[in-house]
T-cell receptor, first 114, second 114 residues
Framework: SQTIHQWPATLVQPVGSPLSLECTVE??????LYWYRQAAGRGLQLLFY??????ISSEVPQNLSASRPQDRQFILSSKKLLLSDSGFYLC?????????????FGPGTRLTVL | KQEVTQIPAALSVPEGENLVLNCSFT??????LQWFRQDPGKGLTSLLL?????REQTSGRLNASLDKSSGRSTLYIAASQPGDSATYLC????FGSGYSTLTFGKGTMLLVSP
């Protein structure tokens, strides 16, 4: 069966510090991968998605970036965090099988920027 | 631009009641619609996926309907239980969206009291 992991689970960082969140998927190959952010009072916002190694699409311009160094690894980064980067970050994967494709979500990372 | 709205934002019911959660979307050009459940501080779990050609889907005590032409979906929960307490999110996959990208509503927070 497939599982998706995220770490860390919780993170408190000062403004201006760097960020690295990691997501890995087990039990599948060549998945589509997604990063979402869920901020207080707002819906789930798609930040990045990837259909393969080194292939990243950005949905929202911001000071965040994503990378996919391996098939089942997806990393969210920032060089300098802003207060507005606080939120709950969710990674998801899907098999990419046409119209019935379903996304499966990880447990999330709670990021607080002070 | 596709927008998804969920009403009510919060709902509190006693155990045993049947209830309906509402979701509306502004553009009927969608591939499918999904309902997710999110427990506090956790990731999302997919409950039901309805293809654009379908009218409803059922899973146990859950029944989701879709009226694409009017841009509406409902999630019906029968005989609610305290374990149903969670936030329920609706998401659509718009036509022309790349690789299973979804647009989410802000969710309905459900509390079922014993």
């Amino acid at each position: 069966s497939q599982t998706i992991h995220q770490w860390p689970a919780t993170l408190v960082q000062p403004v201006g510090s760097p960020l690295s969140l990691e997501c890995t998927v087990e039990g599948t190959s060549n998945p589509n991968l997604y990063w979402y952010r869920q901020a207080a009072g707002r819906g789930l916002q798609l930040l990045f998605y990837s259909v393969g190694i080194g292939q990243i699409s950005s949905e929202v311009p911001q000071n965040l970036s994503a990378s996919r160094p391996q098939d089942r690894q997806f990393i969210l980064s920032s060089k300098k965090l802003l207060l507005s980067d606080s939120g709950f970050y969710l990674c998801a994967w899907s098999a990419g099988r046409g119209y019935t494709d379903t996304q499966y979500f990880g447990p999330g990372t709670r990021l607080t920027v002070l | 631009k596709q927008e998804v709205t969920q009403i009510p934002a919060a709902l509190s019911v006693p155990e045993g009641e049947n209830l309906v959660l509402n979701c509306s979307f502004t553009d009927s050009a969608i591939y499918n619609l999904q309902w997710f459940r999110q427990d506090p501080g956790k990731g999302l779990t997919s409950l039901l996926l309805i293809q654009s050609s379908q009218r409803e889907q059922t899973s146990g005590r859950l029944n989701a309907s879709l009226d694409k032409s009017s841009g509406r979906s409902t999630l019906y929960i029968a005989a609610s239980q305290p374990g149903d307490s969670a936030t329920y999110l609706c998401a659509v996959r718009p036509f022309g969206s790349g690789y299973s990208t979804l647009t989410f509503g802000k969710g309905t927070m459900l509390l079922v009291s014993p």
